[in-house]
């Protein structure tokens, strides 16, 4: 089935638009019930106005509220990226360390966070077990479990290391793209034939094959011959 996703994702990677770890550290905060797609909508004019750690540690938080409010629970994010800042200017020198021992110790950044800086900015190996990621684990009986520490664990145990962080975006992208949570395109995907969840959704290809979004829809399609 990872043969499958990369053949089908090639090119599979984090939606997040970012240039430092610093910066996906931020935008991976803010995605957090929320969109990638309103997350990349903010974080220019924010990543404009807040260019180091030291910024965040002394944002106004009127300001900083304000920048972020489109993605949602405004407040929140912004005690977590205020204190981020902080953490990161008293203990790290202003900058993001690279383990997930010192990541998770900061606010706002929880294992799965972690796992996305890990893997995106500093290139280590990590499993992200967003929703998609949780809904195809259990669709493809890959596992049973609901706790995403041992969905990730799970995971990782069927996979190379060196492979987890494409094979969360794989998964991510098939979610998003193919397997959605309400009406997955079964009929129209590249795992049918492996799927034991098979059926959930349209199983004819010409009904499954409205239901493939994003811009690999026509590549997706056509491995399918559709």
Same mark, same amino acid.
């Given at each position: 089935?990872?043969?499958?996703? *990369? ?13 430092? %770890? ?9 995605? !957090? ?19 180091? /750690? ?22 929140? #994010? ?22 997930? *021992?010192?990541?998770?110790?900061? %606010? ?5 966070? /972690? ?8 290139? @280590? ?28 664990? !799970? *995971? ?15 998964? @991510? ?7 959605? /949570? ?10 049918? #034939? ?7 959704? %349209? ?5 499954? *094959? %409205? ?16």
């Amino acid at each position: 089935m990872n043969r499958a996703l *990369a053949q089908a994702f090639p090119d599979a990677h984090c939606e997040l638009d970012f240039t430092t %770890p610093l910066e996906l550290t931020v935008a991976t905060i803010l995605s !957090a019930q929320s969109t990638d797609k309103r997350v990349n909508l903010t974080t220019p004019a924010l990543f404009k106005r807040y260019r180091s /750690a030291l910024d965040y540690a002394q944002a106004d938080r009127d300001e900083l509220e304000n920048l972020i409010r489109p993605t949602g629970f405004f407040r929140n #994010k912004a005690s977590s990226l205020i204190g981020l800042g902080q953490a990161l200017v008293e203990r790290f020198d202003g900058e993001v360390p690279s383990t997930m *021992a010192e990541l998770v110790t900061l %606010p706002g950044v929880g294992r799965k966070t /972690a796992n996305v800086i890990l893997g995106n900015a500093f290139g @280590i190996p990590g499993i992200t077990v967003d929703t998609h990621f949780s809904r195809l684990m259990h669709r493809w009986r890959w596992t049973i479990e609901k706790d995403p520490v041992k969905i990730e664990h !799970a *995971a990782g145990e069927l996979i190379e290391r060196r492979e987890w962080t494409m094979l969360s975006h794989r998964v @991510i992208f098939h979610g998003r793209r193919v397997c959605h /949570a309400r009406k997955p395109a079964c009929g129209a995907c590249i795992l049918a #034939k492996d799927c034991p969840s098979f059926g959930l959704g %349209p199983t004819e290809p010409l009904l499954a *094959a %409205p239901l493939v979004q994003g811009p690999e829809a026509e590549h997706l399609l056509a491995l399918v011959g559709l």
